[in-house]
């Protein structure tokens, strides 16, 4: 099984950027699509960006896009969201996830198979 973890939350002033990463261990990890989601209090969790297993496909929620980016290095196990122009309704905490199928990942199915455990992002006004 993969173990994933996040890292590079933290606050930042609206406007700011952030770069997320997620370092992957115990398994191969190109053979899993890699996402992020991210959750508010008193919200589901969503998806934020989806990238296939070579990097070839990305998907962004429309709040985001041309604001983040996805992105994997296959040969170092990790997959990084870099994160531009954020807003305060970009608060929360961020989960790496992975799945064998890219489309459960893009729908935000519960059946996802890999979860970290989230980074919490705080964007200040």
């Known amino acids: 099984q993969v173990q994933l973890v996040e890292s590079g939350g933290g606050l930042v002033q609206a406007g700011g950027s952030l770069r997320l990463s997620c370092a992957a261990s115990?398994?191969?990890?190109?053979?899993?699509?890699m996402a992020w989601f991210r959750q508010n209090p008193g919200k589901e969790r969503e998806v934020v960006a989806v990238?296939?297993?070579?990097?070839?496909?990305?998907h962004y929620a429309d709040s985001v896009k041309g604001r983040f980016t996805i992105s994997r290095d296959n040969a170092k196990n990790t997959v990084i969201l870099q994160m531009n122009g954020l807003k305060a309704e970009d608060t929360g905490v961020y989960y790496c996830?992975?799945?064998?199928?890219?489309?459960?990942?893009?729908?935000?199915?519960?059946?996802?198979?890999?979860w970290g455990k989230g980074t919490p992002v705080t964007i200040s006004s």
């Open positions: 996830a992975g799945d064998r199928l890219y489309g459960r990942l893009w729908l935000g199915d519960h059946g996802v198979a890999l």
């Open positions: 115990g398994s191969t990890f190109s053979n899993w699509n």
């Open positions: 990238i296939s297993l070579s990097g070839n496909f990305t």
